[in-house]
């Protein structure tokens, strides 16, 4: 039988009538995406406070107390040179590539400046390291004194500026620190998209 309004069933040669096509709102994301999301920054993160770790190890074994601001020194640990040669230029691979973990793990999932935060301290590194040498030093801690005051931030990093030498081999260290945290960064990455399709 026909249906009341004049409308008939689909195939017996005539349309609904009037029947709107309703587009339906995107389906929000399923929770094990969401999931491998925060799997993936907690496994960025957690890397990077290895790293920080063993760069603490570096300072408290192979460093003397006086170049680590707010590390204390431990007696049984002082002077025994875990590291060798290894800890002079240790710490600056661990900072770019801690931190720039640490950067990417805040930043969405799929953001292309995860990648542009290893890039970022990396370049934060070598300018702290190009700042320690001879030829700009002095008067970069002038420039700070002058333009922000004498403050305890001034002093700390001027001091860090004119005390410290410049080792060509912390800049190698900072680019390979970055490159190995973008790698991390493609691995975890990799395997979140892999979690996503599954």
Known sequence: PPNQGGARHPGSGSDWG???A?????????????LAD????????????????LGLLVYLTDREASHALLIPSVAALAGSGWFG???????????????GLFTAAVLPSRSSWR?????????????????????????????LHSSLGQTALTRTL?????????????IVAAVIGALA?????????SISENDHVA
Do not use: I
């Open 158 to 170: 001027a001091n860090y500026l004119v005390r410290g030498a410049f080792d060509g081999g912390d």
């Open 85 to 99: 040669v290894l800890g002079q230029s240790l710490p600056s691979l661990v900072h770019p590539f801690a931190f």
């Open 115 to 143: 990648y542009g935060a290893c890039v970022v301290w990396c370049a934060v590194n070598v300018a702290f390291e190009v700042g320690q040498h001879a030829h700009v030093s002095a008067r970069l801690a002038e420039v």
């Open 38 to 53: 925060r799997g993936s920054a907690a496994c960025l993160a957690a890397t990077g406070c290895l790293a920080l770790v």
């Open 22 to 34: 309703v587009k339906l709102p995107p389906a929000s994301r399923r929770p094990a995406a969401r």
């Open 18 to 20: 009037p029947v709107r």
């Open 181 to 189: 945290a973008a790698g991390v960064l493609r691995l975890v990455s």
